[in-house]
């Protein structure tokens, strides 16, 4: 692993997702290490806690928490945890969570545009596109999704809701795919980068990772280490420039001090054989920085 687990280790994961990762640490830190687990999912949290009963791995030594990654430092405080060995952020959404047509993720297969990580609170999607003015949507559109149809997706968008208001998944993708087409080399479903840009707006996706990434390192013990997997150009940059700001090398002639050095020089991607088994980690991108 990345982290280089070790036994009586602590360690934090801020996206638990399906926890395979987080149990995976557990494990390598036995026989008396720790893991703080945290996921904005209540579904994430009941499916880590059954596996670890599965796996016969001691729940007294897990803490799971409901809540946000970008409030982990006062997620570990009341925790009682003041410094970590590893931690580690897995962005995006979990494949079960797109594979469930309840959420509202996927354009593949029907259901309530919601989008919602943490189903119990805030905006959904479908409120989103059936209230933004056609110029706030466009350019939503356009800034997380990077789509070059964005005014024309809202276009469309503005003209279906005067008349019937977005309900499902179906009817959003269907839209999206008549306003910009598809043409026979397209790799990727018309509607995949509008997706995108609404599940990262309804989530705060990109302001929670800003938020996150300054307090991991702060909670991290010399030589602990920090990984970040992310899964677009936008993610990956944020976390790009801050490892290099943090590594002092922040592009300015008065760079801050050091905190970190950065362990991938370059971002870790998927080798074949690992998009044979998972076609997800297609565009997966693995960014390591350790602490000084």
Partial sequence: MVLQ??????YLDGTLGGGGHALALLAAAQPDGRLLGIDADPAALAATAARMTELGLPAAQATLVHGRFADMAAIAAQAG?????????DLGVSSHQLDTAER???FNTAGPLDMRLDPTQGPTAADLVNTLEERELADLIYRYGEERGSRRIARLIGERRRTQPFITTADLAAVVARAIGRGSRDRIHPATRTFQALRIAVNAELDQLE?????????LRPGGRLAVI????LEDRIVKQF?????????????KPPQVVIVTKKPLVADESEIARNPRARS???????RL
Avoid: C, M, T
């Avoid at 490892?243 to 760079?255: I, L, V, W």
């Fill in 5 to 10: 687990p070790q036994p009586g280790g602590v």
């Fill in 211 to 219: 938020a996150a990434l300054p307090q991991a390192v702060e909670l």
């Fill in 81 to 89: 945890i003041s410094a970590f060995d590893g931690i580690l952020l």
């Fill in 284 to 290: 997966a991108k693995l960014r390591v920085a350790e």
């Fill in 230 to 233: 992310s899964f677009h150009s």
């Fill in 104 to 106: 509202g993720f996927s």
């Fill in 243 to 255: 490892f290099r700001a943090e590594s002092g090398y922040g592009g300015s002639a008065n760079p």
